[in-house]
C-alpha cells in the first residue's frame, strides 16, 4: 500500500561518514517526525515538522539534521557527530498539528555502523 | 514532562483467555491517547484512540483520568494478536510513545 515510503530498509556506515534517510509521503500530510527506536526504549523522537520549510527539534536530535522543502520529503541526516546512530529509524506522518489524528509510519530503515 | 509507561514488557497469555496491556501517563491537560499495534513483518500502525470510544478486533481502551491510565482491554484473546503494542500520548503537535509490551498469545 501507499502511504509513507522510507529507503533504503538497511543502511550502513563508516565511521565519520554522514547518511541520509529518505522518507516520502503521498498521504498530504502537513506533518512528519522522525523517530529513532531502540531495544527496550520505544520511540524517541528526532526531529519534526509542521509545515514546509519549518522543523523543530525533539527530545534527541543531536548529531542529526532534516530539511522540510518539500511537503511529501523529510530526509534525515545522520552525521558523524551522531555517537550511537546504530538503531531503528521510524518516520512517521499526521495530517497537521492541533488536529486529533493519529500518526502514520512507514516500515522502518535499520542503520548499522561498519 | 510527558510521560507514558508501559510497565510491561512482556505479556503471555492462552488463546482464550482475558487480556490487558497496561497504560499510564503523566500529563497537565486533557490528552489524547492512542494504542499503536506492530505485527511481525509489518508496520507500526494505529490500533484505537480513545476520543473514538470504538472497539477495534475486540480491543477496547477506556480513559480513567483519575488513574490516569489507558489499558488495553481484550475479553478473549486470540494467537493472531500476538504483537507489538505502543500506548502513546499527543501533546499539540508531538507524540510521546510507551516502550512497548510485547503479547504473546499461546495455543
Known amino acids: 500500500d501507499g502511504g509513507i515510503t522510507q529507503s533504503p530498509k538497511y543502511l550502513f556506515r563508516k565511521e565519520g561518514q554522514n547518511v541520509t534517510l529518505s522518507c516520502e509521503q503521498n498521504?498530504?500530510?502537513?506533518?512528519m517526525y522522525w523517530y529513532r527506536q531502540d531495544p527496550g526504549q520505544g520511540l524517541r523522537l528526532i526531529y519534526y515538522s509542521q509545515i514546509v520549510n519549518d522543523f523543530q527539534k525533539g527530545d534527541i536530535a543531536e548529531g542529526y539534521s532534516v530539511s522540510r522543502e518539500k511537503k511529501e520529503s523529510f530526509p534525515l541526516t545522520v552525521t558523524s557527530a551522531q555517537k550511537n546512530p546504530t538503531a531503528f529509524y521510524l518516520c512517521?506522518?499526521?495530517?497537521?498539528?492541533?488536529?486529533?489524528?493519529?500518526?502514520?509510519f512507514g516500515d522502518g530503515t535499520r542503520l548499522s555502523i561498519l | 514532562a510527558q510521560r507514558v509507561t508501559q510497565p510491561e514488557k512482556l505479556l503471555s497469555v492462552f488463546k482464550g483467555a482475558p487480556v490487558e496491556l497496561k497504560c499510564n501517563y503523566s500529563?497537565?491537560?486533557?490528552?489524547?491517547l492512542f494504542w499503536y499495534v506492530q505485527y511481525s513483518r509489518q508496520r507500526l500502525q494505529l490500533l484505537l484512540r480513545?476520543?473514538s470510544r470504538e472497539s477495534i478486533k475486540g480491543f477496547t481502551a477506556d480513559l480513567n483520568k483519575g488513574e490516569t491510565s489507558f489499558h488495553l482491554k481484550k475479553p478473549f484473546a486470540q494467537e493472531e494478536d500476538s504483537a507489538m503494542y505502543y500506548c502513546a500520548l499527543k501533546d499539540f503537535n508531538k507524540f510521546y510513545f510507551g516502550s512497548g509490551t510485547k503479547l504473546n498469545v499461546k495455543p
Open positions: 480513545h476520543i
Open positions: 498521504l498530504n500530510h502537513d506533518a
Open positions: 512517521a506522518s499526521s495530517i497537521g498539528a492541533g488536529s486529533n489524528q493519529p500518526q502514520h
Open positions: 500529563y497537565s491537560g486533557s490528552p489524547e
